[in-house]
T-cell receptor, first 118, second 111 residues
Framework: GAVVSQHPSRVICKSGTSVKIECRSL??????MFWYRQFPKQSLMLMAT?????????EQGVEKDKFLINHASLTLSTLTVTSAHPEDSSFYIC??????????????FGPGTRLTVT | SQQGEEDPQALSIQEGENATMNCSYK?????LQWYRQNSGRGLVHLIL?????REKHSGRLRVTLDTSKKSSSLLITASRAADTASYFC???????????FGRGTSLIVHP
């Protein structure tokens, strides 16, 4: 089956620094990748939709200058949390949709990245 | 905003028992999907059911969809301790095929 990886799995950073999270589709090409944020015991909240070669589409309330998304290739999207604050601490999950995806496509999720900002 | 809402929020059962989780949603949907998430991990896709389908099976999983009541249920038969996880329903509607997730049901299966 399709595999999506995320790196790193856990990261601790100091307040004010920036952190980059990578999302890779390992055995398929992903035209679209999604970035979600999940707080403990809460649902997944869609942050942005990332399309290869174009600007990401951000959901309402998500600061695009704070959460920089780059989808430079069909197998890699990155999320950079800039000037991180403790309230950015969360579980970040990406998902990818394959090139052959169409209506009713299935998303393949990465294992998530636990970000802790001290 | 969230579309699906799972019920109950938490469920604790003994191994061998059946577990039933429900999902209600507000607007007409194209598809409804159920996902599983182990603690601190990503999501695993379980089943997708389309709006014109009423029931689907996959191994010990049975999903039903009642569009008139805007609800779906996930039944796990003969539960195992390894089924302990959070289960989410996700719906997509209109012209968007991006699923919206509910808050999930936390299932604990005691050995």
């Amino acid at each position: 089956g399709a595999v999506v990886s995320q790196h790193p799995s856990r990261v601790i950073c100091k307040s004010g620094t920036s952190v980059k999270i990578e999302c890779r589709s390992l055995d398929f090409q992903a035209t679209t990748m999604f970035w979600y944020r999940q707080f403990p015991k809460q649902s997944l909240m869609l942050m942005a939709t990332s399309n290869e070669g174009s600007k990401a589409t951000y959901e309402q309330g998500v600061e695009k200058d704070k959460f920089l998304i780059n989808h430079a290739s069909l197998t890699l999207s990155t999320l950079t949390v800039t000037s991180a604050h403790p309230e950015d601490s969360s579980f970040y999950i990406c998902s990818a949709v394959g090139v052959a995806g169409g209506p009713s496509y299935e998303q393949y999720f990465g294992p998530g990245t636990r970000l802790t900002v001290t | 905003s969230q579309q699906g809402e799972e019920d109950p929020q938490a469920l604790s059962i003994q191994e061998g028992e059946n577990a039933t989780m429900n999902c209600s949603y507000k607007t007409s949907i194209n598809n409804l999907q159920w996902y599983r998430q182990n603690s601190g991990r990503g999501l695993v896709h379980l089943i997708l059911i389309r709006s014109n389908e009423r029931e689907k099976h996959s191994g010990r999983l049975r999903v039903t969809l009642d569009t008139s009541k805007k609800s779906s249920s996930l039944l796990i038969t003969a539960s195992r301790a390894a089924d302990t996880a959070s289960y989410f329903c996700a719906t997509d509607s209109g012209g968007s095929y991006i699923p919206t997730f509910g808050r999930g049901t936390s299932l604990i299966v005691h050995p």
